[in-house]
């Protein structure tokens, strides 16, 4: 049982380049999010996914645009990468229910140049 | 939104049990107090969680006061596995029913000593 599967684990960019970081879940959830955590910092939401086919901003989106591709799939995508956003990517996953917990992924290590 | 205080650093002994302390003050009645863990740079593990009674699982128990304005976090036998930041939220319905977004601050970073 894989859970939340993020990729790629290390990327590094130069500044104006663009990317995507790709999430796939196995958990058959609803629910999935984008969160970023700076050295030091907890983790700040990016962007969620209530459902398939919704979207919507977290605490810090400038930057970010997001795609739900089908159930098991949310994309992130940086258009044009700013040295600001070299950061560790997690993404998360929710299941039916409102007491279950969230599913992290293990990260993108995202270095901009 | 209800904040939790955490402080930023703990020791304990290996073997010892670990307590963990957070302040939520300003919790509603029906919000959950949840605990994740992160070790090292892998991504955050759920812990435990709850609402207004103690909890126990396989890895830790759960003492929330009375007032449920605090509670701790247990870790009865501490090994060096255990060294890691423990974030303490509580859970705020945000997008609907059954998505619900986690606000982490900053933890407490606890390293288990031998």
């Known amino acids: 049982n894989a859970g939340v599967t993020q990729t790629p684990k290390f990327q590094v960019l130069k500044t104006g380049q663009s990317m995507t970081l790709q999430c796939a879940q196995d958990?058959?959830?609803?629910?999935m999010y984008w969160y970023r955590q700076d050295p030091g910092m907890g983790l700040r939401l990016i962007y969620y996914s209530a459902s398939e086919g919704t979207t919507d901003k977290g605490e810090v989106p400038n930057g970010y645009n997001v795609s739900r591709l089908n159930k098991r799939e949310f994309s992130l995508r940086l258009e044009s990468a700013a040295p600001s956003q070299t950061s560790v990517y997690f993404c998360?996953?929710?299941?039916?229910?409102?007491?279950?917990?969230?599913?992290f992924g293990d990260g993108t290590r995202l270095s901009i140049l | 939104d209800a904040k939790t205080t955490q402080p930023p650093s703990m020791d304990c002994a290996e073997g010892r049990a670990a307590n963990l302390p957070c302040n939520h003050s300003?919790?509603?009645?029906?919000?959950?107090v949840y605990w994740y863990r992160q070790i090292h740079s892998q991504g955050p593990q759920y812990i435990i969680h709850?609402?207004?009674n103690n909890e126990t699982n396989e890895m830790a128990s759960l003492i929330i006061t009375e007032d449920r304005k605090s509670s701790t976090l247990i870790l009865p036998h501490a090994t060096l596995r255990d060294t890691a930041v423990y974030y303490c939220i509580v859970r705020v319905p945000r997008g609907g029913a059954g998505s619900y977004q986690l606000t982490f601050g900053k933890g407490t970073k606890l390293s288990v000593i031998p």
């Open positions: 709850g609402l207004k």
């Open positions: 998360a996953s929710l299941g039916g229910g409102v007491l279950q917990p969230q599913h």
């Open positions: 958990m058959n959830h609803n629910s």
């Open positions: 300003t919790i509603s009645g029906n919000e959950y």
